[in-house]
């Protein structure tokens, strides 16, 4: 079965930089887009940042843009989330996930996605 595991999470200050992995198994990983999205406590799931399938097209949240670089290795089957300049509302747990299709109409949307990982806790501290 598809497995997606996470790792790289922890605590850091205010302005750090923290690296997010996922290690995929179990699926043509190269054929599917990635995702990263992130849940805080008492909020919804919300998303972070997405990339095809190929690489070649990345997509993030507004609060992600500038700070937060999205990137895949397909010879790995891995994907990983560079998380810079990072701030107190970053605080969530973080979840990758592997879309549903190879080209999904919205990659911003959890529904286009087919399997999750368990989660990774990144905590912010001001």
């Known amino acids: 079965q598809v497995q997606l595991v996470e790792s790289g999470g922890g605590l850091v200050q205010a302005g750090g930089s923290l690296r997010l992995s996922c290690a995929a198994s179990?699926?043509?990983?190269?054929?599917?887009?990635m995702g990263w999205f992130r849940q805080a406590p008492g909020k919804e799931r919300e998303f972070v940042a997405a990339i095809k399938w190929s690489g070649s097209n990345t997509y993030y949240t507004d609060s992600a843009k500038g700070r937060f670089t999205i990137s895949r290795d397909n010879t790995k089957n891995t994907v990983s989330l560079q998380m810079n300049s990072l701030k107190p509302e970053d605080t969530a747990v973080y979840y990758c996930?592997?879309?549903?299709?190879?080209?999904?109409?919205?990659?911003?949307?959890?529904?286009?996605?087919?399997?999750w990982g368990q989660g990774t806790q990144v905590t912010v501290s001001s």
């Open positions: 996930a592997t879309t549903r299709y190879r080209n999904p109409y919205d990659y911003t949307a959890s529904t286009e996605y087919a399997y």
């Open positions: 179990g699926r043509t990983f190269s054929s599917y887009g």
